[in-house]
């Protein structure tokens, strides 16, 4: 995964809380057995139905930031939807509250979920309706979200080992790799009659 330091951007609004798993990405895309290609089907029900839907609409062609309702990613803990939100070009999805599973495998690939006080989130929403072109800017080193044509400043936690992973580029074989050398020389002291990696 590549080291996500800051990213700037426009966003989408997804006003729309409770957003689960389903819906991010309908079972009908959990056929494919590569990890790409997913982001045809993002939010694909919604899309096919609501001809007004946020990911329909040209204004927000070519966001990098999805800005969701409280409780985004809940349910079942398919790895599909995050795939769906990174293939699709998100880099982060801002909202008040995540599914926990949700998080963490947002984390794991780089995907960055930035949790916002509530009326941080409802004011980011507001300004990109208004503004489809609002530039938001989020900064992992320091932890902030900012808006700052539109005044809105938000800091989000972010533990120090998922934020350090983030900054160097760890996803977990890159967390495993950076052991290559002890793997390697436990590999080749083996007895030759145990299976071997190499």
């Not at 819906?23 to 790409?36: G, Y």
């Not at 580029?169 to 080749?188: C, H, K, S, Y």
Request: glycine letters at 8%.
């Amino acid at each position: 995964m590549d080291a996500v330091r800051i990213i700037t951007g426009t966003a989408v609004p997804l006003d729309r809380s409770d957003v689960d798993t389903d819906q991010i990405i309908p079972a009908e895309w959990l056929k494919r057995v590569e990890r790409t290609g997913f982001g045809v089907g993002l939010f694909s029900a919604w899309r096919e139905k609501e001809r007004d839907f946020v990911l329909n609409r040209a204004e927000y062609a070519g966001a990098n930031i999805l800005i969701a309702g409280p409780n985004f990613g809940v349910g079942s803990s398919r790895e599909h939807a995050v795939w769906a939100l990174e293939d699709y070009g998100f880099k982060a999805i801002i909202a008040p509250r995540f599914g926990d599973i949700f998080r963490n495998n947002c984390t794991k690939v780089g995907l960055v979920p930035v949790t916002v006080e509530p009326e941080v989130g409802e004011a980011l929403l507001r300004a990109v309706e208004a503004d489809p072109a609002l530039e938001i800017t989020i900064d992992v080193e320091r932890r902030t979200v900012e808006a700052p044509a539109a005044g809105i400043i938000g800091t989000f936690p972010l533990d120090d080992f998922t934020q350090w992973r983030l900054l160097e580029g760890l996803d977990d074989v890159g967390l495993t790799l950076r052991n290559e050398p002890d793997i390697t020389a436990f590999e080749t002291s083996r007895p030759s009659f145990l299976p071997t990696t190499i």
